[in-house]
């Protein structure tokens, strides 16, 4: 049974920087492209981040120079480090992971990221 878990959210300032982390468990983690995805309240969820199984990566406009997406297939697990944070990054955080031979996708269950002075 596949199972991403999301966690490292919290409430932050403008300005400061949070690292996200999404822990995969009952899949084969090196072969699957790892996405970070963004729902704010009231908007569609959007696309964040991307590493494939190659470690390329690409960004959204929205938050390319500011955030980081890494992996590390030891700990079957991906990381957003985010800094530079603003209020409109507020929005639950989601790890998806997307079998790119397959076609499988999954999703965590979401983490909270708060940006508000």
């Known amino acids: 049974q596949v199972q991403l878990v999301e966690s490292g959210g919290g409430l932050v300032q403008p300005g400061e920087s949070l690292t996200l982390s999404c822990v995969a468990s009952g899949m084969m983690f090196k072969i699957y492209v790892m996405d970070w995805y963004r729902q704010a309240p009231g908007k569609q969820r959007e696309f964040v981040a991307r590493?494939?199984?190659?470690?390329?990566?690409n960004y959204a406009d929205s938050v390319k120079g500011r955030f980081t997406i890494s992996r590390d297939n030891a700990k079957n697990t991906v990381y957003l480090q985010m800094s530079s944070l603003k209020p409109e990054d507020t929005a639950v955080y989601y790890c998806?992971?997307?079998?790119?031979?397959?076609?499988?996708?999954?999703w965590g269950q979401g983490t909270q990221v708060t940006v508000s002075s």
């Open positions: 590493i494939t199984n190659t470690y390329t990566t």
């Open positions: 998806k992971s997307y079998n790119p031979g397959y076609g499988y996708e999954y």
